[in-house]
T-cell receptor
Framework: EADIYQTPRYLVIGTGKKITLECSQTMGHDKMYWYQQDPGMELHLIHY???????EKGDLSSESTVSRIRTEHFPLTLESARPSHTSQYLC????????????FGPGTRLLVL | KNQVEQSPQSLIILEGKNCTLQCNYTVSPFSNLRWYKQDTGRGPVSLTI?????NTKSNGRYTATLDADTKQSSLHITASQLSDSASYICVVSDRGSTLGRLYFGRGTQLTVWP
């Protein structure tokens, strides 16, 4: 089982709140990713990082931001949550290289009321 | 447009039976194809990976096939168990960028009944 952790696992908050979803991995992977997944739909890449101080936007436009101050930590922040942000957020990590397997965390299910 | 299509969308089978899930893709240039298993409330876990030159790969009761000419893959599950109930996601990677971008299918939701 992959050593990648996400907290919280479930979060219910009101509109306008600021939230941070945590993601940590202990595998020493340089590359990390955030995906958004709605029920029955494919995963969409919203952010990725090649390493410390590297962050890039993914394919799906997102109002969230990320930071990569430490190799093992890749938090995602929503400054002002809205109901449209309700979704499952999955963090992943991998070694460098286009063919490397991505290891996924258990996900955070977010509900914005 | 690079796409990954999976069928069926959902499938119900009885415990002990076999089943086959399909994946068609249009991703180019192709790097590799993976099948992931995603249990409810969990992140996806890689089952198999195949490159262009490989046409079959097994992992226990899971056997994946790849036809790179027709851009089709299948995942065959033998002697299904209740724990096989999950979503099975086909993921294709391209080699056109350093990121090795992944294209995800929507998954086949498999339910195994006792």
């Amino acid at each position: 089982e992959a050593d990648i952790y996400q907290t919280p696992r479930y979060l219910v908050i009101g509109t306008g709140k600021k939230i941070t979803l945590e993601c940590s991995q202990t595998m020493g992977h340089d590359k990390m990713y955030w995906y958004q997944q709605d029920p029955g739909m494919e995963l969409h890449l919203i952010h990725y990082s090649y390493g410390v101080n590297s962050t890039e936007k993914g394919d799906l436009s997102s109002e969230s931001t990320v930071s990569r101050i430490r190799t093992e930590h890749f938090p995602l922040t929503l400054e002002s949550a809205r109901p449209s942000h309700t979704s499952q957020y999955l963090c992943a990590s991998s070694l460098v290289g286009p063919g490397e397997t991505q290891y996924f965390g258990p996900g955070t299910r977010l509900l914005v009321l | 447009k690079n796409q990954v299509e999976q069928s069926p969308q959902s499938l119900i089978i009885l415990e002990g039976k076999n089943c086959t899930l399909q994946c068609n893709y249009t991703v180019s240039p192709f790097s590799n194809l993976r099948w992931y298993k995603q249990d409810t409330g969990r992140g996806p876990v890689s089952l198999t990976i195949m490159t262009f030159s490989e046409n079959t790969k097994s992992n226990g009761r899971y056997t994946a096939t790849l036809d790179a000419d027709t851009k089709q893959s299948s995942l065959h599950i033998t002697a299904s168990q209740l724990s096989d109930s999950a979503s099975y996601i086909c993921v294709v990677s391209d080699r056109g960028s350093t990121l090795g971008r992944l294209y995800f299918g929507r998954g086949t939701q498999l339910t195994v009944w006792p």
